[in-house]
């Protein structure tokens, strides 16, 4: 079975300051990992994934997450905050054999970004 | 292209009552997935479809919930009757078919309905 832990409910960073976001991954099997974001009465939006190459993967909006594998861990970050950044934010893993790709999210991070 | 299209966006009903969802996947897309999403909590799979085939429905409470995706292409997620626990968020998602490498293109997701069972 795959689990996925993020740590803080709630994170609340100044704008223009650096952004962490964190998430921690169980997986029996090499993981696919992937953060989304969610928007106020929005679905999801992927933001970036890992599939097994570069562990630094860029995604979309200015955010980058690292694979560790020693800490099995997956932390998004940005290095400055934008007030658009505020919204709740997923990680998620998959199984990497093909036809397992469905996700077990997390629990989310809502990201207040304060003026 | 046009995205996952969900409707209605927001449903009120009392507990014991039936109600239905309905979602159009992105053309072309072969899977397609309901999620729940209850507040505070992330979204959880209910059902996952191949084509016109169940792949995964082990966290569908079968007792009340139903799905079905006819001709591959639209679905509707049924529940009946409904409990109070059921208020959440249901989302639907479709990505292409797995031998075209799904991971180059995953999930995607509507915006989801809100039930709200009084």
């Known amino acids: 079975a795959q689990s996925v832990t993020q740590l803080g409910s709630h994170v609340s960073v100044s704008e223009g300051a650096l952004v962490l976001l964190r998430c921690n991954y169980s997986s029996s099997v090499p993981p696919y990992l992937f953060w989304y974001v969610q928007y106020p009465n929005q679905g999801l939006q992927l933001l970036l994934k890992y599939t097994s190459a570069a562990t630094l993967v860029k995604g979309i909006n200015g955010f980058e997450a690292e694979f560790k594998k020693s800490e099995t861990s997956f932390h998004l970050t940005k290095p400055s905050a934008h007030m658009s950044d505020a919204a709740e934010y997923f990680c998620?893993?998959?199984?990497?054999?093909?036809?397992?790709?469905?996700?077990?999210f997390g629990t989310g991070t809502r990201l207040t970004i304060i003026p | 292209e046009a995205g996952v299209a969900q409707s209605p966006r927001y449903k009120i009903i009392e507990k014991r009552q039936s109600v239905a969802f309905w979602c159009n996947p992105i053309s072309g897309h072969a899977t397609l997935y309901w999620y729940q999403q209850i507040l505070g909590q992330g979204p959880k799979l209910l059902i996952q479809?191949?084509?016109?085939?169940?792949?995964?429905d082990s966290q569908l409470p079968k007792d009340r919930f139903s799905a079905e995706r006819l001709k591959g292409v639209d679905s509707t997620l049924k529940i009946q009757p409904a409990k109070l626990e059921d208020s959440a968020v249901y989302l639907c998602?479709?990505?292409?078919?797995?031998?075209?490498?799904?991971?180059?293109?995953?999930?995607?997701f509507g915006n989801g309905t809100r039930l709200t069972v009084t």
């Open positions: 479809f191949q084509n016109n085939g169940v792949v995964d």
């Open positions: 998602a479709s990505s292409p078919a797995v031998a075209t490498s799904s991971y180059n293109s995953p999930l995607h």
């Open positions: 998620a893993v998959s199984d990497s054999r093909i036809g397992n790709e469905k996700l077990t």
